[in-house]
Every structure is written in C-alpha cells, then in structure tokens.
C-alpha cells in the first residue's frame, strides 16, 4: 500500500511484536527497561516515578527494571506476575514487548506473549549457561512456532566479558536445537544492566563480531512472517445497511488469516462448499483490487448464497481440512486438569463448536523434551498431545501452516474461563 | 512479496476493527465511551470503518462530570447528528444529587473518580454487555496488563490477577448474568500512534488540540485552564497564554501544554520530541504511583 502525505518516513514504518523469556532474575524486566531507555522511549515523569518508587524500597540507584514491573503485588514482591505489554519505536519499527515472567507456574503467560510474537528473546544467565527453564522456554517458542529466536546470553559484564563461556552456552544450546523447530536462532552476548551490545555495541567484547540486539530488532527480515500462500477468509460479522443506497448490500466482513484475494477470485465457502467470485473488497476510503493477511475488509460475491459468521471463505484449488477429527498440543491454563471424555467449548477463528476430548497421547516433560506417556494428566502449565471430537467439523491447516486457522482455545462451559490453548498437528505437518 | 505488507498503522487499524466487529459479534448491548477527547474519537472512527456502508451500530456513551470545555460537547453533538448514531449521557451531577457520591472539596477537587459510579450505574441501568473504552496499554503501568476483552464482575471491578488468557486472535467474551466486559480496541497504540493516524486519515478534532489563547494558571507545574468551578489559591495567578490540550478531559485535571501548534504535522513533532507522557499531566494520576490500579480495580474506564 502506499500513502501519499509527507510523514517524516514513519508511514514506511514496520511492527515487530516480540516477546521475552527467562527465568527469575535472569534480566528480562531490565533489558526491556534498557531498551526503553536506551532508545529514550521512556519520558521524564517516568523516570521520576520510578526513582520515587525505588527510593521507597532503599535503592539507591535507577532500577530498570522499575520501568515494566507495573502492579502492586509485583512493586511488593519485586517479580513480575502476569504478562506486560510495553511499546516502543525508532525511526524504523514499532516494537510491541510482551513481556513474560519466567516462574514455572506461569507457563501460560509465557505462551500469550508468545502466541502473537514475530520474535522471541530468550535470556540466559552467563553464569548459570543452559538450565532447565531454558529448554521449557525454547520449547515453547518451538511449538508457538515464532519465527525468529534470539538467545541474550546476559549478565556478561559478571563473567569478565568471557568469550569463552559465551562460546560454552552457545554450544549447550546448539546441542538441543535441533530437537526444535525454529527456523531462524541468534546469539548476542550482552550486558542488560550496563548497556554492552543492548543498543549500543560492547567496547568490552571485542571478539564478538555480530550486532546488537536493537540493531537485530529493527532489521531483521519480517515481510515474510505472514502466510501469502494460502487464502483464507474467516467471516466474522455480515454487514447489511438496509439503507436506500445500499439496499441489497451484504459484505461479509472478516481479518484475512491467509493469502490473497482479489476481485474476480473464485472463491468456495466452507460449510456449504457453494462457490462464487469475489465482486467487491471493501473498506471505508476504498475500493481495493486486492487484500492480503492481516488485512480487515468486507467482501461481496457474486451469487446470492447464503454465508454467515464462522463460514470460511477460500478458494477453490487451495483447500483447508475439513474435518470434525482434530489431533493438537494443548496447553492448559486452569486450576482444573483436562477432563478426559469433558466437553468443552471450542473457539477456533470466528467459529464456535462444542467439543469432547477423547484421548491424551501422551505429556510433554517440558524440560527433558521426552513424552510420557505413563501419567498423562494434563495439569495447569502442562503441554501434551490430545485428539478431540467436535460436534460440527471445523475449517482448518496445520498450525504450523498457519498460526491463526491452526490454533484453537478452550473454554470452560460452567466457569466460561478460558482454559487451553491448542495448535492443530495433521498428518502432513 | 514487497506489496503485500502492512505499516504499522495499517496493521494497527486492522486489529482495531476486527476488535469491533468481535464485539458486535459476541455481545448483545455493547456501547462506546465517548468523551469527545482524540481516543475515543479514532475510536468511532474505526468503528465506522469496521461497519462500512451500514451505521455504526454501537451507541456512545458520556460521562459527563458537568466540567467541560464547550468545544467537547459541541464536536460530541456535531459527530452524533453526522453519523446517525445513538448517544447516551451518565451525569455525574445526577449521581451526586442523588445523595450515591459525596463531591470532593478543597482546592484539588475532582469529579474524576466519582465518575466511576456514575459509568457502573450508567451499564446496569442500560443492561450494556460491553463497555468499549480508548485506553491504550502505553498510557500507565496498570493499563499495561489489561486484555483487549477484560473481564469485569458484577460489581463492576477488575481482578488483576485472575485475568482470562488472551491468545492469537481469539477473544473470550463469555459471561454470567450480570457480569459485562471492557473492551480495549486502540489496546496496542501509543500516543503517537494515535496523532499520526489521525493526520493519515484526516480525522476530525476539536480545534481544543490546536493552539489557541486561553486564561490558565499553573499548578504544580500544571497549566490549567480557568473555569467558574474552579477556585484558585492566593498565589495563582491567572494569565492568557497560547495553550493546546495534549489530552482532553474534565477541564479540573486537564493539562495544557504551552503550544503555537497549528496544525497536525507540528502536533506530531512535538508528541515527538515530548519528555513527560500525556498522563503526567493528568493533574489525578499524580495522587499516588499506584493510583490508577487502584481506580481501575473498582471499575474505572
Ligand atoms: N550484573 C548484572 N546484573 C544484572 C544484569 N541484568 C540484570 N541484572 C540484575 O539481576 C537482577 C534481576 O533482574 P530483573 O530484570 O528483575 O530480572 P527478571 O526477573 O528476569 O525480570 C536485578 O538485580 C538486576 O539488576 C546484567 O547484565 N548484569
Ligand atoms: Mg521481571
């Protein structure tokens, strides 16, 4: 798309969403707030509050960790207890942090944060290298499939800026990596506290020859992040003016999950498997040629057939799977362990279906990578594999195909809590 | 591949209206809380487009504390007639002759947080399922944590600590009787977001963000503007300075910053170039660190 007004360059801007990952007092809380700081994201009257509030705790200097650690309880227990959204941008991108704390029992924030992240940011303590909490998080961002993963090996400046134990913790985490599915790892020694190669490059590692983590976040390549292959349409809302202008007008309205479309597509429509061709795109200041993911459009068809919210429109020789058999790795969230033979509802882009869950194949022992398949009660925080039976068939590709018509959640009939959150596995992927 | 990206704002505006169209979708008697300041102004903006040709089908609502400035209720009244859309107005000043709220005194008084009885009041009496509000995650720490759909209780208030899972693009907006849920569509934007979108898209603001010649005081490094209702202390002195709203709001804790902007790209370089966020100078926000938390545990916008 382009946009016409003179705008100092930021209408070529781009959004990176990230996450980070590590475990208590790796770093997380003050990398982000270097960061923030480093690129003066972070205005006076904050400062100030933060140096109030860290002279009320007996600090003397600037915690920056301050900075993202927002709400009372966490103030009281100086953790971070629930995921944090934070924003910043340079002349080049927009970034959005989701920040994630690292306690095993939060497991379900890491997975949020990273559910909608273009990239995650895995912290590692230089003193303690690979530990047990870095695999859960690895693992996690394997199987969120986030594109880009870039391991801070941090705290640097408490191991004389050492390249060889920067070199030790790269080697422990090459050696698991292939157990993952990440098509894209980085490694940057840094020091979160003192700035060495956060924004500004390390005068005390010499020896490391790559960028720094900001000079990483603004250029690494992205554009190819969203699927453009497969075109999928969830309808969402039917949008009827019932106005004199607009007399028959019926667009369905939706967020491209997938593709392209463009005017005069053929286009089929999943459940009834009736077929048209696209007649209009439509937004408020235009009439597009074409749409593409993430796009928000409302589109109109040819023929009067009959489609509403939870239909998929796609197009004929590119077909989601059809089915009312779904296999996924789930990850639980609530207090009340999956219930085998429990019905749950299932939320799966703009459609609704009741469910059942007939089997667990088996636990994921998150810090091993091994699959148990002895005890297979699928508690708060755990990941396991399940089949599921849905009382109408879903739309669907593999999440790894796909992250938004792969991924489903959970939702409790009686407490209406959301309580899992799956990514869809088929046969071919 | 080169054509098929987004910018940022683009990438924004289409969550936002996905964010819209999910409300419309899933709650029976949702509405907008409008209070005239640029927020809720991209708010109903997006919402336009997310319904584009129909109307917006979402009504607003305002909670009017009784302290305006002229110029809100006029754009308010203005965009209600252009658009076709439904308006609601909670008062304060019922609220507080209806005996529900004791109105603060002292030189500091606000009606700020009595407005929070105000809007629970204003939900239960409509029977309103969602409260679609234009706070940004950006704007305080407490917001930070805040999900697009945020769960409230009966009682109207926000448990921090037990908020449901907000993954991918799937919203949970199921409820019990009673219960209803804010909605946070403009949740990813920052300040500067929000003025650069605004010049992208030509939106209409009140000239109240633009500069113009006001009769101010300062205090407590404030500038705020002269009003009937407002009693000022001995020292204070008031002078005619040219002044432009960075935020708008009830005119007692609305800050102005000294500003010969006149025009959006000037606006946005100052944004640009600012040191203090827009809620340092939100005269309410200063009371204590926490402040807002507190506030929005009760039911808050
Ligand atoms: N020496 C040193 N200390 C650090 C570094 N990064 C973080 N810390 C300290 O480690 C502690 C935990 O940091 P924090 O950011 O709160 O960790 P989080 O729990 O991952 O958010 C704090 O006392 C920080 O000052 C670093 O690069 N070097
Ligand atoms: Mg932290």
Redesign the interface.
């Known amino acids: 798309m382009t946009e016409k007004k003179d705008t100092n360059g930021y209408l070529d801007m781009e959004l990176l969403r990230f996450t980070t990952a590590g475990s208590v007092d790796d770093g997380k809380s003050t990398l982000i707030g270097r960061l923030l700081y480093d690129s003066k994201s972070i205005f006076e009257d904050q400062i100030e509050a933060i140096e109030k509030a860290g002279r009320n705790q007996g600090k003397s200097e600037i915690d920056l960790a301050l900075l993202t650690d927002g709400l009372r309880a966490e103030r009281e227990q100086g953790i971070t207890i629930d995921v944090a959204y934070r924003y910043f941008a340079t002349p080049k991108r927009k970034f959005i942090i989701a920040d994630t704390p690292g306690h095993i029992q939060y497991t379900r924030n890491m997975v949020t944060g990273a559910s909608t992240a273009n990239l995650a940011i895995i912290l590692i303590d230089a003193r303690n290298g690979v530990i047990e909490q870095t695999l859960r998080h690895a693992y996690i961002a394997s199987l969120l499939q986030i594109p880009h993963i870039v391991v801070c090996i941090n705290k640097m400046d408490l191991v004389d800026y050492d390249e060889a134990v920067y070199e030790k913790i790269k080697k422990q985490f090459e050696s698991f990596a292939p157990k993952l599915e990440v098509r894209d790892i980085k490694f940057i020694p840094i020091s979160a506290l003192k700035g060495d190669n956060v924004v500004e490059p390390s005068e005390n590692m010499p020896w490391y020859r790559g960028t720094t983590l900001m000079y990483l976040l603004e250029n690494i390549y992205i554009k190819g992040d969203y699927n453009h292959t497969d075109a999928r349409f969830p309808v969402q809302y039917v949008i009827r003016p019932q106005s004199e202008e607009f007399h028959d007008y019926r667009g369905y309205a939706g967020r491209i999950d997938g593709g392209i479309f463009k005017v005069g597509d053929k286009i089929k429509v999943f459940p009834s498997g009736l077929e048209s061709k696209i007649k209009s795109i439509d937004t408020l200041n235009e009439k597009l040629d074409f749409a593409f993911a993430p796009q928000s459009v409302s589109i109109t068809v040819e023929d009067d057939i009959d489609i509403s919210r939870g239909d998929m429109i796609v197009k004929p020789d590119n077909l989601p799977v059809q089915s009312q058999d779904i296999t996924a790795m789930i990850s639980w969230f609530n207090e009340r362990p999956l219930q085998v033979r429990g019905k749950y509802t299932l939320r799966h882009t703009t459609n609704e279906v009741k469910c059942i869950i007939q089997e667990v194949k088996f636990k994921m022992d998150i810090n091993s990578m091994n699959k148990n398949t002895e005890d297979k009660e699928i508690k708060m925080n755990d990941i396991g594999k399940i089949k599921i039976k849905t009382a109408k068939p879903l739309f669907f590709d593999a999440y790894r195909k796909n992250r938004n018509t792969g991924s489903f959640i959970l939702i409790d009939d009686i407490t209406n809590e959301t309580v899992g959150a799956g990514m869809i596995v088929t046969d071919k992927a | ?15 936002s ?2 964010v819209f ?2 409300v ?2 899933q709650f029976d008697n949702p509405v907008i809380l409008f209070s005239g300041g640029k927020d809720s102004i991209v708010m109903f903006h997006l919402a ?8 917006v089908p979402i009504p607003l609502l305002h909670i009017d504390t009784g302290h305006n400035f002229e110029e809100t209720i006029k754009f308010r009244d203005n965009l209600v007639e252009k658009y076709g859309v439904k308006l609601y107005v909670g008062s304060v000043q019922k609220t507080i002759d209806e005996g529900k709220v004791r109105e603060e005194t002292g030189y500091n008084a606000s009606r700020n947080v009595l407005q929070t009885t105000t809007l629970l009041d204003a939900i239960e009496e409509h029977k309103f399922d969602a409260a679609m509000g234009g706070g940004r ?2 704007e305080e ?2 917001r ?2 805040e999900r697009f759909f945020s769960h409230r209780d009966e009682f109207g208030q926000w448990d ?2 037990n ?8 919203f ?1 907006g ?3 009787m009673g219960e209803h849920f804010r909605v946070f569509p403009l ?2 934007w ?1 300040e ?2 929000v003025w ?1 979108y605004i ?3 030509d939106i209409e603001i009140p000239n109240l963000y633009f500069t113009h010649k006001r009769e101010v005081f300062e205090r407590d490094g404030v500038l705020l503007a002269t009003a009937p209702f407002m009693t000022l202390k001995p020292n204070e002195k008031p002078e005619i300075l040219d002044v432009r709203c960075r935020t708008i709001g009830d005119i007692t804790n609305t800050g102005l910053t000294r500003s010969k902007a006149d025009n959006l ?1 000037d606006i ?1 370089d100052e944004i640009a170039a ?4 827009e ?2 100078q939100r005269f309410d926000d200063k009371r204590s ?2 402040a807002m ?1 507190d506030r929005k545990k009760e039911g808050y916008f």
């Open positions: 591949m080169n054509n098929y990206h987004l910018n940022h704002l683009r990438e924004l505006e289409a969550e209206i996905f169209r999910e419309a979708a336009r487009k997310a319904f584009y040709p129909a109307k995650r950006d720490k407490a930070a944590k921090p600590k908020q449901r899972p907000e993954l991918w693009n799937l949970n199921k409820k019990r949740s990813n920052t500067l977001d650069q010049y992208m898209e790209k946005i600012e040191r203090t966020t809620r340092g660190e926490t938390e």
